[in-house]
């Protein structure tokens, strides 16, 4: 797989973690942080639809 074809990082250079565990730039969390450059697409492309489901939530 070429480097063009990987999921990209949804990382915003604001790294803070809350009381949740939860990136306050990104919406990962911690976990999700650690083990991102090992996840395949399929795992980060489910990551990333939690991350816009957290980013949703925290609007309201």
Same mark, same amino acid.
């Given at each position: 797989m070429k480097v063009a074809d990987k999921v990209?990082?949804? $990382?915003?250079s604001i790294c803070a973690l809350d %009381?949740? %565990?939860? $990136?306050?730039g990104c919406h990962r969390s911690g %976990?999700?942080?650690?083990r991102w450059s090992r996840m395949s697409n399929e795992e980060r492309r489910e990551v990333l639809q939690k991350v816009a489901r957290r980013e949703r939530e925290n609007l309201i």
């Open positions: 990209r990082s949804p $990382c915003v %009381d949740n %565990d939860i $990136c306050v %976990d999700e942080i650690t």
